[in-house]
């Protein structure tokens, strides 16, 4: 069962421009989620997070929205550098339960 | 501080096998996650080892199994390969334990191929 789904396989943006990468849940139970990025022959690496009482967390060109009702999140990246190029994953988990549910990914091309 | 390692980077084997992957988790944390990569997807939960002891398991069959020794480094033992085993096998480490949000650092991978 996939329980975070990110259904966008690629995205390509310009250099300067927004990314915007989004993000769907199924499970009204995840309270917390999470954006990690992945290059080529390394692990993931964590970007940024927000927990459900949040609707918004900035951490300086990345910024995670959470809509809760609709079960949405999404990671707005301003500006695109060409360094940003990696797989970005999304990810969601609920208190007390370790099995954090991860979406297939997303990779993003930023060109110069 | 030295980050998360796992050994080996590749690692190819044939159905009915045995493998154990090794991961040394990052200084000062107590905590490790498995998490099978298959091609195309996100990382799947394996279990997670808390202070030597399992501390939660996702939706694997008894064959994925796993240790974690004293210096919390950890290992994950997978019996009687199938094919569908084949994928990258993340180890990510944190500090902590069930109830908290402790941001997980990971490996590099193992990437097993089974034949």
Redesign the interface.
Known sequence: DQQ?K?NSPSLSVQEGRISILNCDYTNSMFD?FLW?KKYP??????LI?I?SIKDKNEDGRFTVFLNKSAKHLSLHIVPSQPGDSAVY?C?A?E???????????TRLTVKP | ETGVTQSPTHLIKTRGQQVTLRCSSQSGHNTVSWYQQALGQGPQFIFQYYREEENGRGNFPPRFSGLQFPNYSSELNVNALELDDSALYLCASSLGGSGTYNEQFFGPGTRLTVL
């Open positions: 975070v990110q917390y990690y022959a390394e692990g993931p690496t964590f997070s927990s994953f990810a988990s208190r007390g339960n370790n099995d954090m549910r991860f979406g297939a990914g």
